[in-house]
């Protein structure tokens, strides 16, 4: 309203209607004087710093045209008038810089206490939110409204700046916008400049060192620190419901656990007292069929099937254990001629079904395991071999070197069943070990998996030319004394 047409006729009026009064009632040049000052006053307080100004002068000239003598002419006869008209001049335009000046920092004062309203008002917003980013992107949205911003909206990054998950946005939001959000996200460097809208800012989101997404305000009057203080409110209510989702998560990946190590003690429970039954009584039936060597052979593999559900068993709760970080891994330097031993002991029945070869290459290293899962890991390997392999066909054991990796050691398990499933080798003869079906995988080969996993190593399969699977154990190496110091 300042600029119109109406607020300048009047400003005018207003010094006509003084200066008619004034001569109307013969006041005198100070009392007039007084007069002209506070109608100056007055306009400067209603139409801003340009009509004030004017207002000064035009004042001050109808004060020396129709008050100082000679009257209706601009020359002063007296010196000491001149002193008076520019004293009223320069009060007049000293008034109305004032008076704009205090009307400049009101202005600002509101606009800082109206955005430190809506400050305040976003981080309720924000921090009483449900858990939920959508819940952020609305409360981003309302507080910009309240800046004043007429566009604009809260971008979420997924991992890159240039992968923006949009979470709310007002108004248009043209092409160019996205790689000038990109471009804040790789700078985290705030970026303002003119738009069509007016005033346009970008602000990256970062906690931690770590920009996390850019909030948008186009068009906006809003200061720069208000917009910073917004956008770091925003920038921690992001931080929060990311930790909250994590730790969300962390809380049911415990519970799981828990649940699963409650489900296999339970299982491990109420298995193994028909187990050591059915051990019971297989011994009792061995004893009393004497010479019938049909039922001694039946006898041998249910005793041989009844051991294999059992370390099945004491398989699972050990993986159980060590996924819960009850039980650690205790490595220490292992010869593999030693667990190839020890698988002997254990398998005694497999070894003494089908000829089995064993072979340690002169320069293989100790594996630096904990000797009872490695153990483990053999026993499983050992029986899924025997298991699909026809009867007397030769299974092989050997220990190596790693021949890419100086830090580990490989044992394979060489047999002559099937193979590999289909599907898990390609055209170009490329092994899948990580498979999905566990019908393909077997649970031995998934209980070795995980046991070898927390020792550091890892299996993988192969197909063995002329038929049948190698099934690889790659073990950390222990470096003898003379490879450390090397």
Not at 171 to 180: A, H, M, R, V, Y
């Amino acid at each position: 309203m300042r600029n119109r047409p109406l607020t300048w006729l009047a400003a005018l009026g207003s010094i006509a209607l003084v200066t008619a009064a004034g001569n109307a009632i013969r006041l005198n040049p100070s009392t007039v004087g007084f007069a002209y000052l506070i109608v100056v006053l007055l306009i400067s307080v209603w139409g801003g710093l340009l009509i004030g100004t004017v207002a000064s002068i035009v004042a001050t000239l109808c004060y020396n045209f129709f008050f100082f003598p000679p009257l209706y002419t601009f020359t002063i006869e007296n010196p000491a008038n001149w002193f008076a008209l520019v004293a009223f001049l320069v009060a007049s335009v000293t008034v109305n810089r004032l008076v704009i000046a205090a009307r400049v920092q009101a202005e600002k004062a509101e606009q800082r206490r109206m955005e430190l309203e809506t400050l305040y008002g976003l981080s309720i917003d924000l921090f009483t939110a449900t858990n939920r980013v959508g819940a952020l992107g609305e409360a981003a949205g309302r507080a910009l409204q309240l800046l004043g911003a007429r566009a604009g909206g809260l971008v979420l990054f997924d991992g890159s700046p240039f992968r923006q998950n949009v979470i709310s946005w007002s108004g248009e939001k043209p092409d160019e916008i996205e790689d000038l959000i990109a471009g804040v996200g790789r700078h985290k460097e705030p970026l303002e400049f003119p738009s069509p809208l007016g005033r346009d800012v970008y602000l990256p989101l970062i906690v931690g060192g770590k920009t996390t997404g850019a909030l948008v305000a186009r068009g906006t009057e809003a200061s720069q620190q208000a917009l910073v203080s917004a956008s770091r409110l925003v920038a921690l209510a992001v931080e929060r419901e990311r930790f909250l989702e994590e730790n969300a998560h962390v809380q049911a990946l415990r519970e799981s656990e828990s649940l699963k190590t409650s489900l296999l003690r339970a299982i491990s429970h109420d298995l193994t007292t028909p187990i050591t039954a059915v051990s019971i009584r297989t011994e009792s039936i061995r004893r009393r069929a004497g010479t019938d060597s049909e039922l001694l052979e039946d006898v041998a593999a249910i005793a041989e099937e009844t051991a294999r559900l059992r370390r099945r068993i004491d398989n699972l709760l050990a993986m159980a254990r060590l996924e819960a970080g009850k039980a650690k891994p205790h490595r220490e330097p292992t010869p593999p001629a030693d667990l190839f031993r020890a698988t002997r002991e254990n398998l005694p029945i497999v070894f003494s079904a089908r000829p089995i070869t064993v072979h340690v290459e002169p320069d293989c290293p100790d594996a630096n395991v904990d000797p009872s899962l490695a153990l483990e890991i053999l026993v499983n390997l050992v029986e899924n071999a025997h298991r699909v392999s026809p009867p007397h066909a030769t299974i092989e054991l050997v220990a190596r070197r790693h021949p890419f990796d100086s830090d580990k050691m490989r044992i394979e398990i060489l047999d002559r069943g099937p193979g590999l499933p289909a599907g898990v080798v390609d055209a170009d003869g490329n092994v899948a070990t990580e498979t999905t079906d566990l019908a393909q995988r077997g649970l031995g080969l998934e209980i070795a998996r995980g046991l070898a996993a927390a020792n550091g190593g890892s299996i993988g399969l192969a197909p063995r030319p002329g038929g049948g699977t190698i099934a690889r154990v790659d073990l950390p190496a222990a470096l003898l004394p003379a490879e450390e110091r090397a």
